[in-house]
Each structure stands twice: as structure tokens, then as C-alpha cells.
């Protein structure tokens, strides 16, 4: 075994599985630090589920490294891997009790009666159900469930807790409520967690890091700020939030700042985030809540105008959608307050927004 | 826990060697080995034995084929057993067909009572059954007596050992392998189809046989198949019934047997009868396999199981899923929805024809506390003398040791052998999975006689024949079966993600079996158990011709008994068979309530 120190709990380097001609997890590679919280996210089917068995050892990858708390264990078989794992639909074993239920990996481990007790009873009042110990699974809600294999999973400290989905089959309230609670747990227990969920918002809430999936790729890795601020390609800006995606061609560069000629009708200028060459087509995003429709543009801003098509009040934002540029509809929210004045659909206005708002994304700039 | 990233590590270090490299090939088909063994050495190495005496085994020929078919009698007799099935087949599918639209018509409960009635006679050995009819149909039977008393008639009909005697059995014997499949059929189509068909102008009678019997016409075609199948092989039931004119070819087989010892010509007969039956199996597969779930013998033994379904256990659904899905998708409708109107006519046809089935059963009771020396229904005076009889007669006790012993064993035996076998089926990955399912299935349907006759031969050079190990490894052979098929859909029930939750909590793979999956699929496996006793202590053909003057099983002697004896001894040992029978199920039927009211598996809870 390689002794190098490593301050990562996982390791995963080049992990690769093909399921005949699906490629459903191509040379992935991610790290995950102590103490972390990491979410894969991503569409169903883009490979999450995949590389989360890979790491739990439920499926062997076709090439490729995990590595857990440095120890190579690609390969190794799930029971001698440190890991604890939450099913979407709990896996709970229905012929046991709960306590027993709770008890089951530390039974496999060898611990004392004594021991067990007190651990299983430590860990009920961890997810807050210290009285259900003597109760068959099945007598619980779903929510209860959730929690015992929560418990179960954190009554033994494995390295790491992987997630898959762990909250898709309960109600909307219930899911809020419980993406809270784990994202104190782990707070208060200094666990190690990787997350699947098809979830952005969710994704948001909870996680320290943020792995974005896209057809077996990592297609972007970090905080929610940065994924949501600056997002590296129109798939990333476009399946966290809501983003417009505009096409511009480059005019050239100043200072650390993109010139960008938007459809010949306005100027744009973005920070320089990569190397871009005067007449390139590129594409870059704004989020509709840092469009501003305005009547006197501040200077220093970018500005395009346009004609209002749509006003839409959905509660507490008010969502507007402008046409510019002749064709393309940019929307823009704001929000909604009694005395707005309000512009009409039909009302030409000038939208503006901050240059720092403005991202340039990467990949092919062609509109589709 | 509150220490924050304290790992655990240390408690289930792996070991580094094998994390590096890709395991190999998984060791979960090796389960398959004790069962593949045992088919081999006790089905298939005896079957190719056969299959070389009848080519000559010094040297080869097809004169023993050559004489099979210039015998005129032989082949007079072989015309005569596929008529005789044929017909079989024809009344079970026009009595079987009522009863299955019956059912349909029915309600939850009376849908059930029926597929009780349907299947109570399979609790019941064949040869009680077959026993049942003898008293009814003989000289001073019950419906001899009955005309007699009547005044209809002077003299006894003959009724027992003609053509007539043997339909009746066999019908009684074959009716829930076309009942089960039919209803399997009915109930995925879409009876709102009649309704419509109505609504368009055709009257009822045309809506029935231009629109549902056409449907299900792919239950019709396996119901047929698979009566024609079992009939064509079928031993006891001509054999105690039938007289001299109506001895089938599988009765000339055990003759050359066992009065000729013509061994040349029984093996040449045995692979005739053999690849007939393989042919028409493929048949089934082939026609139908597309059309109804199941191969031919997979429903064959799902219908024996059905002898469970009494007490709506699971198998009542997973029967009928595995029977039917012969409709296509578009013209399925709800299962549940009943047609609007019944022929009463079918329904009169049903109802008698499931009495018939159940009377002779009844029968039994009163007839073994008859205090006459011979066969007298009703009985004129009563007496427990042949409980007595039975109970004092060495001759009658030992062989119901025996056959408690052989079934014990196979009942141990076949329950592990199957069970690992079911594992590495359900959940190992492996080329040639659907081969070797139908390999270690093909003992229940390929003729019990041609099975008898091979480990005959087989045993009687290793010095087998007429010893307990005989006995309990050709009884394993169609014990086995059962057990595979009923482990091996309970483990298709559990829910994989709870074996993968073991293994993620630290679980071997083996401790995972033996913590999860077992617990869970306990009362599949307490049902295999109860079959794998009953396929040994049922059996009969096989008994026949392995027993020896000091080793017979209860079947064997019983067989002697109503061939060679009058007395009711008989009739006293069939009632205490089918006690017997019921109490060990009830029995099963509590260890298994037991078992899943903790929650575990063969039930719905965590059905995938
Ligand atoms: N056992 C399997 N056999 C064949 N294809 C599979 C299997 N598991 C996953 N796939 C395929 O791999 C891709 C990724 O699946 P998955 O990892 O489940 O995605 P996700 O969890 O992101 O929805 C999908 O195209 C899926 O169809
Ligand atoms: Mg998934």
C-alpha cells in the first residue's frame, strides 16, 4: 500500500465503467477532503448512481482508482471497505428490529452487547427517535426510516457515507426538512459525505462541494457560489438555476475585461476568465436577477435594449421577458413590489446589468 | 460517534493483495455444483445408459428400434396411449374450460375457494386418488351400490378396469394442469372486449367465441400441451384402473422390465417415449413460450405447488403471473373486472365436475371405519379394525419408517442442495443460465417410469436397488426441482439493495446469506422443505421399481396392497396419508405466518 500522507478520504482517479456500448462513467476523477460534504449532481442517467456503487464496491470499474483514506481498494469487496451507504429506499432489513437494525454493523464487527446498546442508543438520539429501538421498521413513516438509516449508517463512523438519492421518495415538505437535518449532522458529526441527487436545489443547500455530471463526465467541480456564479459552460449555468444564454462574437479585449459585440446591437464587455481571440463566437450567461430593467442606465454597466413581450408575476419575484436584439428573449426577474410601476408588454426598455455579472462560458459558442 | 472522522478502519482492514487486482470470476455458480452432481450421476449418466443399451452396447445398432416398430402389438399399444391422452387432454379441456371461466366470473374469496378445490386432490398422493376411485367404481363400489339400492339395476355394472375407469382417474388427475393455465390466460384478458363486442351488435355466444376464446386460446394450447404431455407418460393411474385392453406402452415398459427383462427393448421403448416428450416440450417452449411466461416446466411445477395455494399464500399471484402473460399488452384490462353475465350452463358443468373431484377424497374416511373385510361403501357396520390392522402389521408399519426415513433425508438433502442451487441461479451471472434451469428441472416432467427404469439399470449394477441410499437419490432428483423453483422466486423477491446494505455495513457474503437473505426467504424455504418430503413420500413409480423385499417405502407397499390385498387396510392408510398430508401443510403454513410476521419474504412487502 502506497503510505503517502493524504489529507483526502476519497480518492477517485481516472474511474472509468461501460456497460456495453453505454459509457456510463468515463474516466471520472474527484477528491473528496475530510469532513466534506460532496454532491454529485447531474440528469438521471448521467452516470452518478455508477460511480457511487464503484466507490462502495457493488460494481467493479472497468479501469481506474478509489482510494479510501489513501488505501487502494478499487477492487476490494464492500464489506472490508470503510464505508456506509444510504439507499434511496432505505434498505432497511424488514426482519429485524429497529435496535437491530442499528446494531447490525457493530454485530459485524465484533463489539460487545454493552457496547452496542449504548452506541445504537447514542445514535437514535443522533437523529433525534430515541424511543423507536424496539419497533419493527415497517411501523415507521417514511421520514422515521430515512432517519434509522441515517443512524445505521453513522452508528459505526465509516470513513465515508455515500447517498444516492436518499430523500427522492418523500414529499416536497419532508424533503426540506430532512435536507436540513443531514446538513446539521453533518456539521455536528465532522462526517465525510458524497451525495447523489438529480436535485439543483437541493444540491445547493447541503453541499460544501458540488460535482456536476453530464453524460459520464464531471462537467464542472465547486461551491455552490462558484457553480452558481460562475459557471464554466452553458450546461453548468443551465441546469443550476435559471440563466440566460446569449451569443456574442468577440471584438477583442481591454484591460482584464472580454469586449464582446452583442448581435450588432449593443456592446458587452465580461471578465476575462480565459484566453479569447478577437472574431471568436462565444456564449455567455446572465441570471435574470441581475438584469435590471431600467430607465436610466447606470454607466459602467452593460445595457441592451429591447421590447417587453411578457410580464408574469409569480409571488414574490416578477418575471419579465424581453425581447432583443430583434429575435432572442432574455427574461429578467425582479422583485415584486405593490407600487412597481410596471412595464407593459409592448413597452421597449433597456435591461442592464453589472460586468461582473456577465460569464463568459466555455465550449462551442455557436448558437443552437 | 461525536469525535468527528474517527475512522473505524482498523476493524475491517482488507487485505491490500486482492484490492488491486480484479477479482475473478465470481464463485456464486459453484452453488450450482451438489445439484448439477447429482443430476448427472442420478438422471443423465442413467438416461445415456439407457439410451446406449438400446443401440446395442457392444456394438451399435438400431435392431431394438427395428423391433419396437414391426411389433404389431407394441405399436398397437402405442396407438392406443396417444388416443387415450388425446381424450385425456379433450374432457380435461372442456371440463377444465368452465371451471376456469367460473373462476373468472368469481369474487376474491370464491376465486380462491374454487383454486382450493382445483388443487386439493394434488395434496393427496395418486395413488390414494387413484385407490379412491377403485372403491367407487368397483363390483360393490359406491355407484354400484347405490343403482342396486336404487332398484336401477339387478347385476353390477362393470365399471372398474374398462377405458371408462381410466378417463375418470386420469381426468381427476390431470384437471388442475389445464384449469391453471386456462384460468392464468383468462384472467389477463381484458373483459371489456365482451362488453364492447356486445355493444356492437353480436350476441353473447358470439361475442364469447369471437372474442375471448380466441384469446385465450394460448391457455388452451398449454393447458392441452402440458395434460397431453404428463398423460402420454402416465403409470399408476392406467395401471390400477385399466384392464387388460387398455394397457399403455409405458405399462408394456415396466413389463419388459420387470416380467421379461428384456432390457434392449424396455431402453429402446423408454428413448421413444423420451424424445417424444423432449419434442413436445420443445414444442411448448417454442409455441408458446412467446405468448405465456414459463416453459412447459416451470408451469408443471408451478401447478403442483398450486397444492399450497389453499391458504392464499403467495403462490395463488405468483402462479399466475408465471402462467400467463399471453394476451398482448394492449388488450390487457384490469385482472379483477368480471364480465357482466355467466353462462349457466358452465357454471352447472364446473361446480359438478369440482364435487367429482373432491368426492372420492371424502370418501375415504367413512370407508376405512367400515368393519366389513372387503370394500363396502357405505359402510353397514363401523370399526376401527383396520387402524388397527395397519398398526400391528409389520408388514404395513415398516415401510411407513421407511418412507418417513427416505423422506427425511431427501427433505434435508434436496432442501440444501436446491436452495444453493436457487441462489447461484437467482443471483449468479453465468452463461447458459436458462440451459441448466431446464436441465435440473427436466425430472418432473420427463416420465417417472423412464427415470425408474434408468436408475433401475444404473443401481442394480451398483448394488442400489432394495437399499435406503437408492431410494433417497432418486427421490432427490424430483425433489429438487420443487425446491429450486420456489427458493429461487422467493430470492427474486428480496430486494438487492438490502443483500448490497449488508455488505456496505460489513457483512461477508456468506454471513449477507446467512443474516438477510435466509431470514428472508425462510418461508420459501420451510415450503421447498415440506415439498422435498412430499416428493419422496408420494412417490410411487420410482418406489416400484427400487424397493426391494426388505426396503419398501408406504407408496410401494400400498401399491401392493391394492393390487394384491382387498382388505381396507388401504383405504385406512390413504385416509391417514391425506391427515397426513393436510396437517404437515397447515403445519408449513403456521412455521411460514411465523416466519413473515417479522416481516420477511415470498410476501409483498418489499416485493421489488
Ligand atoms: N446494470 C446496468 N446495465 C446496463 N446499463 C446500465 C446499468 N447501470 C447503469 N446503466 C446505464 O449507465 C448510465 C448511467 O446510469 P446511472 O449511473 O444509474 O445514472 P444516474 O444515477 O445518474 O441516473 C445510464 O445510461 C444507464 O442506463
Ligand atoms: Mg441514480
Same mark, same amino acid.
Given at each position: ?7 483526502? %478520504? ?12 453505454? #459509457? ?23 452516470? %452518478? ?123 416536497? %415538505? ?139 408575476? #409569480?409571488?414574490?419575484?416578477? %418575471? ?15 422583485? #415584486? ?32 | ?43 443423465? /449418466? ?57 373462476? !373468472? ?16 386432490? !394434488? ?11 377403485? /372403491? ?175 391458504? $392464499? ?50 370418501? !375415504? ?110 427421490? !432427490? ?28 455495513? $460489513? ?53 401392493? $396392497? ?39 419474504? $415470498? ?6
Amino acid at each position: 500500500m502506497n503510505a503517502q500522507a493524504s489529507h483526502h %478520504k476519497l480518492e477517485i482517479s481516472e474511474l472509468r465503467k461501460t456497460y456495453g456500448p453505454v #459509457t456510463a462513467v468515463a474516466r471520472v476523477s474527484l477528491d473528496v477532503g475530510e469532513g466534506e460534504f460532496v454532491t454529485l449532481l447531474g440528469p438521471s442517467g448521467s452516470g %452518478k448512481t455508477t460511480l457511487l456503487m464503484m466507490v462502495a464496491g457493488l460494481t467493479w470499474p472497468d479501469s481506474g482508482e478509489v482510494r479510501i483514506d489513501g488505501r487502494r481498494c478499487t477492487y476490494l469487496p464492500s464489506h472490508k471497505r470503510d464505508i456506509g451507504v444510504v439507499f434511496q429506499n432505505y434498505a432497511l432489513f424488514p426482519h429485524l428490529s429497529v435496535h437491530e437494525n442499528i446494531a447490525f454493523p457493530l454485530r459485524m464487527r465484533r463489539m460487545s452487547d454493552q457496547d452496542i446498546s449504548r452506541k445504537v442508543g447514542q445514535a437514535l438520539e443522533t437523529v433525534r427517535l430515541p424511543d423507536v429501538g424496539a419497533r419493527e421498521t415497517s411501523a415507521l413513516s417514511g421520514g422515521q426510516q430515512q432517519r434509522i438509516a441515517l443512524a445505521r449508517c453513522i452508528v459505526y463512523e465509516p470513513s465515508i457515507i455515500l447517498m444516492d438519492e436518499p430523500l427522492g421518495a418523500l414529499d416536497k %415538505k419532508l424533503r426540506e426538512e430532512m435536507q436540513l437535518e443531514i446538513k446539521h449532522l453533518h456539521e455536528k458529526l465532522g462526517i465525510t459525505v458524497l451525495y447523489v441527487t438529480h436535485d439543483q436545489e437541493e444540491a445547493m443547500v447541503m453541499s460544501d462541494k458540488i460535482c456536476l455530471f453530464n453524460e459520464g463526465s464531471i462537467e464542472q467541480v465547486g461551491t455552490p457560489e462558484e457553480m452558481y456564479f460562475s459557471p464554466r459552460s452553458k450546461f453548468a449555468a443551465s441546469f443550476l438555476g435559471e440563466s440566460n444564454i446569449l451569443h456574442a462574437s468577440v471584438k477583442g479585449t481591454r484591460d482584464d475585461r472580454a469586449v464582446l459585440d452583442f448581435q450588432g446591437s449593443a456592446t458587452v464587455e465580461a471578465p476575462l476568465r480565459f484566453d479569447v481571440r478577437a472574431g471568436q463566437d462565444v456564449a455567455f450567461m446572465v441570471r435574470p436577477e441581475s438584469i435590471v430593467i431600467a430607465d436610466e442606465p447606470e454607466s459602467g454597466r452593460n445595457v441592451v435594449e429591447g421590447v417587453v413581450r411578457d410580464r408574469i408575476l #409569480t409571488g414574490g419575484v416578477t %418575471k419579465y421577458f424581453v425581447e432583443v436584439a430583434g429575435e432572442v428573449t432574455v427574461s429578467a426577474t425582479s422583485l #415584486t413590489m405593490r407600487s412597481e410601476r410596471g412595464h407593459r408588454p409592448g413597452d421597449r426598455v433597456r435591461l442592464d446589468w453589472s460586468v461582473h455579472d456577465t460569464v463568459v462560458l466555455h465550449g462551442d459558442g455557436a448558437a443552437q | 460517534m461525536q469525535a468527528s472522522g474517527t475512522s473505524s478502519n482498523g476493524a475491517l482492514a482488507g487485505s491490500p493483495a486482492t484490492a488491486g487486482a480484479k477479482p475473478g470470476p465470481s464463485p456464486v455458480p459453484l452453488l450450482l455444483a451438489p445439484a448439477l452432481i447429482l443430476l448427472l450421476g442420478v438422471f443423465i /449418466v442413467p438416461l445415456l445408459g439407457v439410451l446406449f443399451e438400446s443401440v446395442g452396447r457392444a456394438e451399435f445398432t438400431v435392431g431394438h428400434y427395428i423391433e419396437v416398430f414391426d411389433n404389431e402389438v407394441l405399436m398397437r399399444v402405442l396407438v392406443r396411449t396417444i388416443v387415450l391422452s388425446l381424450v385425456v387432454t379433450a374432457i380435461c379441456l372442456l371440463l377444465g374450460y368452465p371451471i376456469a371461466w367460473v373462476m !373468472l366470473l368469481s369474487s376474491g374469496w370464491m376465486q380462491r375457494f374454487i383454486a382450493l378445490l382445483i388443487v386439493l386432490p !394434488l395434496w393427496t398422493s395418486l395413488l390414494v386418488r387413484t385407490y379412491a376411485w377403485m /372403491v367407487i367404481l368397483g363390483r360393490k363400489g359406491l355407484v354400484n351400490e347405490t343403482l342396486i339400492t336404487l332398484g336401477a339395476i339387478d347385476a353390477p355394472l362393470t365399471l372398474l378396469y374398462t377405458r371408462f375407469s381410466v378417463y375418470i382417474g386420469m381426468v381427476h388427475i390431470m384437471l388442475p394442469f389445464m384449469v391453471l393455465p386456462l384460468f392464468a390466460v383468462m384472467r389477463r384478458i381484458d373483459t371489456s372486449l365482451l362488453s364492447g363486442a356486445w355493444s356492437l351488435g353480436a350476441n353473447r355466444p358470439m361475442a364469447f367465441f369471437f372474442v375471448f376464446l380466441p384469446l385465450s386460446m394460448p391457455g388452451i394450447l398449454a393447458g392441452s400441451l402440458l395434460v397431453f404431455i404428463l398423460s402420454i407418460g402416465f403409470f399408476v393411474t392406467p395401471a390400477l384402473l385399466g384392464g387388460l385392453g387398455d394397457t399403455t406402452f409405458v405399462m408394456l415398459i415396466e413389463r419388459q422390465v420387470n416380467r421379461l427383462g428384456n432390457w434392449p427393448l424396455a431402453a429402446a421403448m423408454s428413448v421413444i417415449l423420451l424424445v417424444a416428450t423432449l419434442v413436445l416440450v420443445i414444442v411448448y417452449n417454442r409455441v408458446l413460450s412467446s405468448r405465456v411466461d414459463g416453459s412447459a416446466l416451470s408451469t408443471a411445477v408451478w401447478v403442483r405447488l398450486m397444492s399450497l395455494a389453499a391458504f $392464499g399464500s403467495f403462490l395463488v399471484e405468483r402462479i399466475v403471473d408465471t402462467l400467463a402473460s399471453a394476451v398482448p399488452r394492449t388488450l390487457r384490462g384490469g385482472p379483477r373486472q368480471r364480465p357482466p353475465s355467466t353462462f349457466p350452463f358452465a357454471a352447472i358443468v364446473a361446480w359438478a365436475t369440482i364435487l367429482l373431484m373432491i368426492f372420492p377424497i371424502a370418501i !375415504l374416511y367413512p370407508l376405512s371405519f367400515s368393519d366389513a373385510p372387503y370394500l363396502q361403501f357405505p359402510p353397514a357396520e363401523y370399526s376401527t379394525r383396520w387402524y388397527e390392522n395397519y398398526f400391528a402389521r409389520r408388514d404395513w408399519v415398516r415401510p411407513t419408517i421407511i418412507s418417513f426415513e427416505v423422506g427425511f433425508i431427501v427433505m434435508i438433502f434436496g432442501t440444501v442442495i436446491g436452495t444453493a442451487a436457487a441462489v447461484a441461479l437467482a443471483r449468479g451471472s453465468f452463461a447458459g443460465k436458462k440451459l441448466v434451469l431446464g436441465l435440473l428441472l427436466s425430472p418432473i416432467i420427463v416420465p417417472t417410469i423412464i427415470s425408474a427404469v434408468a436408475l433401475y439399470y444404473v443401481f442394480a449394477t451398483l448394488g442400489l436397488v432394495g437399499t435406503r441410499t437408492g431410494l433417497v437419490l432418486a427421490h !432427490l432428483i424430483l425433489a429438487v426441482p420443487f425446491v429450486i423453483v420456489v427458493v429461487a422466486s422467493a430470492l427474486e423477491r428480496v430486494d438487492p439493495a438490502l443483500e448490497q446494505a449488508a455488505g456496505t455495513l $460489513g457483512a461477508t457474503r456468506f454471513t449477507t446469506f446467512r443474516k438477510v437473505t435466509l431470514p428472508l426467504i425462510r418461508p420459501a424455504v420451510i415450503t421447498a422443505a415440506l415439498f422435498a418430503f412430499l416428493a419422496s413420500f408420494d412417490e410411487v413409480v420410482i418406489a416400484i421399481f427400487l424397493s426391494g423385499v426388505r426396503i419398501k417405502t408406504l407408496p410401494k407397499r400400498m401399491w401392493d $396392497g391394492i393390487r394384491e390385498e382387498i382388505d381396507p387396510t388401504t383405504a385406512a392408510v390413504a385416509a391417514l396419508l391425506v391427515t397426513l398430508t393436510v396437517v404437515l401443510i397447515i403445519l408449513a403454513e403456521v412455521l411460514r405466518a411465523r416466519a413473515s410476521r417479522r416481516g420477511a419474504a $415470498g410476501h409483498d412487502q418489499f416485493v421489488k
